[in-house]
């Protein structure tokens, strides 16, 4: 249950969230299908944000960002504010790729700060007139949650820079974490108040954000939610640096869709995923996607586009043409490098134009004939980094010009000051190379727009031959987002300035025909992957993933960042003491199997002895003569004989059933079969070699079969050596009478007709041959050998092995898919359950005591 309680912002960080998903006493507005309307609903019952309250809209969007797409500026009298359309914002332009009927409703911030006592007419007007519901967060608020933590700590840290001193990156600090949760939950409050939860999707983008699928999730269990990352996501050794690693990655999980640029982000991403939490992703028909308590958290990766229309607007306004003739004006003559980057440490500035002055040392021809012309936009924020890159960079463009130029020729040209879109388009149309040297980026869509823009422009002076063909260059660094796309870009290491020199002698060295090739291999995906397209699939697969929500039971469970959602099938449940007892009681033939690793023994222990209380528990339950209790492990019979001697009744299989042993005055006995194990003599070598090149790998030599284990090795290397092991196992072994399984944190080899589900059929049959027809049966196990017995269980129900009326519990250990119909959360609930059966248990009857006749 969630708690009830408002509390402070540090009890909010714990978790202890405010209840959105009940009844709201005061109305809430919710955003009509008729444009600019705004209605109040009177009714409690309709202002309920519950999942069972009638959808108010249809085939609606609603667009969660710390910005929302509107300009702002106060009007000249001073007296209210006037708004319009920011053009150039993305989240304006995946419109085009919605459906045409589609509502779009934004949630966001403004740019501009709005007083107190403005905030509700703001607000009523962007509400009526955009559909953009405005979120003000309090000033304390803002300055922590997002210049603080967001641009000083998780910006550069996603960016590959660590905060090795206070004075280059913010230390981590409790307040600003507790300060980003507040400011996602007041983003919560906003998307609760206009949202339809069973009809409305909800998209998030960046990672400002990445804390309000778990607050939305909190709201709505089936609501579809999907969340688009914009920057860079670091490999797990930097991002395993953040105090809050495992709360901004099971915040992440809540969404049904998680969405990056490239597949490197994804994929570390996934290894962070793996590290931290210990998810495998799978991969399946082209889709990713991680199996998160019973729910697949679905992984895409498109690199998002430039909008289209946009740019061809602009290219042909005259505006721009007047620009592009003076510019020609200006470089005639010359070729012109052009570099078009914000002010940010990340972009690379210095280091091209290092790489521009090493080309003029290299390649004397181009000395008063190329020109690299830089445009910066101003910084986004402010610092002591900042202020020592715009030195620098004035530093080396000074030291450039003086060396290399002379009257009338400038090498560099930099302009320090915004430029209009259209200006940028006439500097394009006149580039014949566009250089990115950024040491790190989310995507960069200069190289793009400079594609799409060289494709519009034709005819003598325009940077196109004679004969009228398109042509471009780029020169690009290998660590932005946009570079796994354009294959036909020369592809860079920025911080190696000698071979990034000889790239730009390269790029604009090279025949124009070569150059034409180029251009229009990369205008042909550009012009069809564009905004619309990224926002349209991204909308689709969002579709596509949320399709068995209505299908499926969910639970909400935990608190704080800890919670998820735990999708089961519907018939799966958890095993009450209660539920259970009155079976047992009534019961005469009892059937208990148990696995050992994980269900009676805790995984993580070192040490794997059996406790006295386990011990005495087993014992007490083998001294009813109504029990068959059975210890089915994959473990040796040595270490289990040794273990269990105490326990003279106990039933063991042993190495998945390749021994049994009925209780401590039996014989073992193997399973019937004359095996040939010539084949270990082929697969030890194999498993040898895997663990000579795996640190923290071992093998382990049964009997029957070898196992390797990895659980000790690095998780990533360990996953993918196992991987690659079962492959190798299964051509060397094709034709040997093995199987080669794969299990947690193993890869075992043994013998074909082994297996656990063989140990039940046994036991069932054995009691059936002596009229003791099994009419309860528990049967306990965590992994994938024990799915074995769980199947059989239902086998030996219709074959007629089990009492007709028989009560069967299959329980696995832990809340997740299985061919079990109940679960118990971990070892201690289970050792719970068997102690209440064997204080309920008799005792084994006297020899004048006849036994009950079975049902």
């Known amino acids: 249950m969630m708690s009830r309680s408002y ?18 006493k005061k109305p809430l507005h919710r955003v009509m299908t008729v444009p600019g309307v705004v209605s109040e609903l009177d009714d409690d019952n309709a202002n309920s944000v519950s999942s069972e309250v009638p959808s108010v809209t249809q085939d609606r969007t609603i667009i969660v960002a710390n910005q929302l797409p509107v300009k702002a500026k106060r009007r000249p009298d001073n007296r209210g504010w006037s708004f319009s359309w920011d053009e150039d914002s993305l989240l304006l332009q995946l419109k085009d790729g919605l459906p045409e009927d589609m509502e779009v409703i934004y949630v966001g911030c403004l740019k501009v700060q709005v007083e107190a006592n403005e905030q509700d007419d703001v607000s009523q007007i962007l509400l009526e007139r955009f559909k953009c519901v405005a979120t003000f967060l309090p000033p304390d608020i803002l300055t922590k949650f997002y210049t603080l933590f967001c641009k000083q700590q998780l910006w550069p840290l996603f960016h590959y820079m660590l905060p090795y001193s206070a004075d280059h990156g913010g230390r981590y600090d409790r307040s600003l974490w507790e300060a980003y949760v507040a400011a996602n939950k007041l983003f919560c409050k906003k998307v609760v108040e206009v949202i339809s ?8 983008h960046d990672y400002h954000l990445m804390a309000l699928p778990t607050f939305l999730r909190r709201c709505f269990n089936g609501l579809k939610m999907g969340f688009f990352l914009h920057s860079p996501f670091p490999s797990s050794e930097i991002y395993r640096t953040l105090p809050v690693r495992e709360e901004i990655l099971k915040a992440l999980l809540n969404a049904d869709l998680i969405g990056f640029h490239t597949f490197d982000y994804a ?4 290894s962070c995923c793996s590290r931290m939490l210990g998810l495998d992703y799978q991969s399946k028909r082209g889709y990713i996607g991680l199996e998160y308590y019973g729910r697949m958290v679905e992984i895409k990766i498109m690199p998002v586009g430039v909008h289209m229309g946009q740019i061809e607007n602009v290219l042909s306004l005259a505006d721009k043409e007047w620009r592009v003739e003076e510019l020609r004006q200006q470089f005639e003559g010359k070729t012109v490098l052009l570099g078009v980057d914000d002010m940010d440490i990340f972009k690379g500035i210095n280091l091209k134009l290092l790489a521009m002055e090493d080309m003029l040392k290299q ?13 910066v936009n101003p910084a986004r924020g402010s610092g002591k980094d900042l202020d020592e890159l715009q030195t620098e960079i004035n530093a080396s463009c000074k030291r450039i010009n003086k060396e290399f130029g002379f009257t009338g020729y400038e090498p560099i ?31 960069n869509l200069t190289p793009y727009e400079y594609i799409v823009c060289r494709q519009g422009v034709s005819g003598p002076g325009s940077g196109s031959d004679s004969g009228g063909i398109k042509k471009s260059m780029l020169v690009v660094s290998e660590f932005v987002g946009c570079s796994p796309s354009l294959s036909g870009a020369i592809r860079i290491n920025p911080w190696n300035i000698e071979t990034t ?9 090279m025949a124009e025909s070569e150059k034409q090739l180029r251009h229009e291999k990369h205008y042909r995906y550009v012009s069809t992957h564009d905004v619309a397209y990224w926002s349209r699939s991204f909308l689709q697969d969002l579709e596509r993933s949320c399709r068995d929500h209505s299908r499926r039971r969910c639970y909400a469970m935990g608190i704080g960042f800890g919670f998820r959602l735990v999708a089961l099938d519907a018939n799966f449940k958890k095993l009450e003491i209660s539920t259970i007892e009155s079976a047992y009681k009534k019961s005469r033939n009892r059937a208990i199997l148990l696995d050992y690793d994980g269900t009676v023994m805790p995984q993580t222990t070192i040490n794997k002895t059996p406790s006295d209380e386990v011990i005495s528990t087993i014992n007490r339950l083998c001294d009813d003569s109504k029990n068959t209790v059975f210890i089915v492990s994959g473990r040796g019979r040595d270490s289990l004989s040794k273990w269990f001697s105490p326990c003279a009744e106990l039933g063991i299989a042993a190495e998945h059933g390749y021994y ?7 014989e073992w006995e193997s399973c019937g079969q004359n095996f040939d194990f010539g084949w270990i003599q082929m697969a030890e070598p194999v498993m040898k070699l895997y663990t ?14 070898l196992v390797w284990h990895h659980q000790d090795a690095d998780p990533g290397f360990g996953s993918c050596q196992a991987k690659e092991m079962l492959d190798h196992l299964e051509s060397v072994l094709a034709n040997e009478a093995v199987a080669v399984k794969r299990g947690q944190f193993i890869v075992e080899v043994k013998p074909q007709g082994v297996s656990k589900g063989i140990v039940a059929d046994k036991v069932f049959t054995s009691m059936a041959n002596d009229e003791r027809k099994a009419d309860f049966v528990l049967c306990i196990g965590d992994d994938r050998s024990d799915e074995e017995m769980f199947e059989m269980i239902e086998n030996a129900m219709s074959r007629g092995l089990l009492h007709p009326n028989a009560a069967v519990f299959a329980c696995t250990v832990g809340q997740k898919p299985s061919k079990a119909k109940y679960y118990l959360d971990d070892t201690i609930e289970v050792i719970n359950m068997l102690e209440a059966f064997a204080e309920i248990s008799d005792p084994c009857p006297s020899p004048d005591e006849k036994p009950e006749s079975s049902l």
């Open 413 to 443: 040209v930099y302009i320090d000051k915004p430029l209009s879109i259209s200006e940028r388009m006439a500097f394009y149309s006149i580039a014949e190379c566009v250089v990115v040297s950024a040491v790190r980026d989310g995507m």
């Open 692 to 705: 000579e090149a795996t640190d923290g790998s071992s093998i382990e030599t049964k009997e029957s079969g």
């Open 660 to 666: 049994m042993r009925w209780s401590q005055d039996k």
């Open 501 to 509: 020199g000889e790239a730009l002698n390269e790029a604009i060295s």
């Open 197 to 204: 939860p069973e009809d409305d999707y909800v998209w998030i």
């Open 267 to 270: 994929r570390h991403f996934l």
């Open 363 to 375: 390649h004397r021809k181009w000395r008063g004939k190329a020109v690299l012309v830089q445009i």
């Open 7 to 24: 509390t402070n912002l540090l009890d909010l960080e714990r978790g202890n969230f405010p209840v959105m998903g009940g009844r709201i």
